[in-house]
């Protein structure tokens, strides 16, 4: 064994190391090895610099800013209400969210997929008083079989192609993969129907306790232009919200207290629901509602920006 071999070796071991403990971010683990197999003479700067002019390694970054898109505009919230639905057991329910999931991650990075969708998934559940720990996993191995359907639905296979066309290879279609991938995920989502409910154990959200949550009052506004105008508080999902209650609305000079799910929304609306703490995040991501009072602009902070007082 050359020292080469063995410098490479030890290096391998330290990053499965630090990988496993997830003590340390795996984008610093892998530059750090990146580094050190540049500096310990390994690979020649021109090879280690080569892997970012990689055309798959140019396609996954396209695709983040795509998924960070979807993020930010709450379009992933809006599919996810949209094609879920309000299923009424834990078989239909992953039936609904399987097919969704599996889809989007073939045409996006599968880790985005679930790290976007988690968050919609817990307030599903929680709306539909399910058990989250039901359909969490079954969320992430529907991204896993659906990204292998397609040549972009997860990086492997866009390094893969990237490294077949270095060798001056003919590249891979997008759905040259499908052949394989389809009936994977057709068998994969066959087992988690059948079989995963009985594996999968049955958690209650601490969220979902509403007994000893401490209650906070938020007033949301009806903004002008808003595409809940017009329509019925039932229509427009206030009476189902899983962190908060519409207790009254404030028209002009009038107060409607007795709030019922038929009286239509109008422009300039105040609205006010009593929840725990989430009901302002809930709230905050349904289009056509902005925060009645100052420091609504806060809202728009990014997460590193904030600071929790």
């Given amino acids: 064994m050359t020292l080469e071999i063995l410098i490479t070796l030890l290096i391998v071991l ?22 050190l197999v540049l500096i310990t003479g390994l690979i020649s700067p021109g090879e280690a610099l080569s892997g970012f002019a990689n055309p798959g390694l140019m396609t996954i970054a396209a695709l983040y800013v795509v998924a960070a898109a979807l993020r930010d505009t709450g379009a992933i919230y809006w599919v996810a209400h949209r094609l879920l639905g309000q299923p009424k057991s834990v078989l239909s329910s992953q039936f609904r969210l399987i097919a969704p999931a599996s889809i989007l991650s073939a045409f996006l990075n599968n880790t985005t997929v679930v790290a976007m969708m988690i968050p919609a998934v817990q307030e599903w559940a ?20 659906g990204g292998t359907c397609t040549l972009i639905g997860t990086s492997t296979n866009l390094v893969v192609d990237g490294l077949v066309q270095e060798k001056g290879l003919p590249a891979f279609g997008i759905f040259d993969v499908a052949w394989v991938g ?51 508080i039932q229509d427009a999902g206030l009476r189902n919200l899983t962190h908060g209650f519409l207790t009254d609305i404030q028209r002009d000079e009038r107060l409607f207290t007795a709030v019922g799910p038929e009286m239509t929304l109008q422009e300039g609306d105040l609205l006010a629901f009593v929840g725990v703490p989430e009901c302002a995040r809930e709230l905050q991501r349904i289009n056509g509602l902005q925060a009645a009072h100052g420091g609504a602009h806060k809202l728009g902070l990014n997460n590193h920006q904030r600071h929790l007082v």
């Fill in 126 to 145: 929680q709306r539909l008083r399910l058990s989250a720990s039901k359909l969490l996993l079954p969320l992430s191995y529907a991204a896993i079989l």
């Fill in 14 to 35: 330290a990053v499965l190391g630090a990988l496993a403990s997830n003590r340390v971010p795996a984008d610093m683990t892998m530059m750090a090895a990146l580094v």
């Fill in 182 to 232: 389809v009936p994977v995920l057709l068998g994969g989502a066959a087992f988690m129907l059948l079989i995963s409910r009985f594996l999968l154990p049955n958690r209650a959200s601490m969220a979902s306790q509403w007994e000893d949550a401490r209650e906070y009052h938020v007033e949301m506004l009806v903004a002008k232009g808003s595409p809940l105008a017009g329509r019925t």
